[in-house]
Every structure is written in structure tokens, then in C-alpha cells.
């Protein structure tokens, strides 16, 4: 919201109070003589900085937990997770083609 404050040349209050009578984004920035492409470029360029500060926290946080040989920073099972279905050891598949009986 501040980037788009910002860009706009208002407040946030402001902006906050012309958004909610209706109005878009965009129009509320041409209502301040803002091009949609300014307005994009400001909302685009606060966005990745934000990604920036999560991907270094991140990276800190993972390398300061992480030991040797460990990849903390990573969710979920690990890839060669063995209770995982495997493709090769399941029945046939459900479906035209797949009857065990023999064709006529």
C-alpha cells in the first residue's frame, strides 16, 4: 500500500479512502496524473525488494541451522521418501484398455 502511496503522490489514509468509495487502483492513480505503467513499475520494483529480504532471511536462517551434509531449508519428504507411491509398483491403471480379461 505505501509503495502505491508513494508513486501515487498521496497518503495511505488517502488512498485507502478512495479505494474503498470504489475506485481502482489504477484510476486512482490517473486521477493523480500517474501513469498505469509508473504505477506498475513502483508496485513491481517494492515487490521484489520484498523478495529479496525473504530470500536473504531465508538463506540466513537456513544456513545458521543447517549442518554438515543437511538441507534444513527444505520442507516436505525427502525425494527418495521410500513410503511415497511408486508409479512401477502400482496395480494396472483404471480405465478403457485396462481389463485382464483377454480381448475377443
Same mark, same amino acid.
Given at each position: 500500500? @505505501?509503495a502505491a502511496? &508513494?508513486?501515487?503522490?498521496?497518503d495511505?489514509d488517502?488512498?485507502? $479512502?478512495e #479505494?474503498s468509495s470504489? =475506485?481502482t487502483?489504477?484510476?486512482v492513480?490517473?486521477?493523480h496524473d500517474?501513469?498505469? @505503467?509508473?504505477?506498475? &513499475?513502483?508496485?513491481t520494483?517494492d515487490?521484489?525488494?520484498?523478495? $529479496?529480504e #525473504?530470500?536473504?532471511? =531465508?538463506t540466513?536462517?537456513?544456513?545458521g541451522?543447517?549442518?554438515p ?7 516436505g ?6 513410503s511415497?507411491?511408486?508409479a512401477?509398483?502400482?496395480g494396472? =491403471?483404471s480405465?478403457?484398455?485396462s481389463?485382464?480379461a483377454?480381448?475377443?
Amino acid at each position: 500500500m @505505501a509503495a502505491a502511496a &508513494d508513486v501515487i503522490g498521496i497518503d495511505e489514509d488517502t488512498l485507502r $479512502e478512495e #479505494l474503498s468509495s470504489g =475506485a481502482t487502483l489504477a484510476e486512482v492513480a490517473e486521477d493523480h496524473d500517474v501513469s498505469r @505503467a509508473e504505477l506498475i &513499475d513502483a508496485l513491481t520494483s517494492d515487490f521484489a525488494e520484498h523478495v $529479496e529480504e #525473504l530470500v536473504d532471511l =531465508a538463506t540466513t536462517q537456513s544456513a545458521g541451522q543447517a549442518g554438515p551434509g543437511t538441507d534444513s531449508g527444505r520442507q516436505g519428504p525427502p525425494t527418495g521418501d521410500s513410503s511415497a507411491p511408486d508409479a512401477t509398483q502400482q496395480g494396472p =491403471a483404471s480405465g478403457a484398455g485396462s481389463s485382464s480379461a483377454p480381448a475377443a
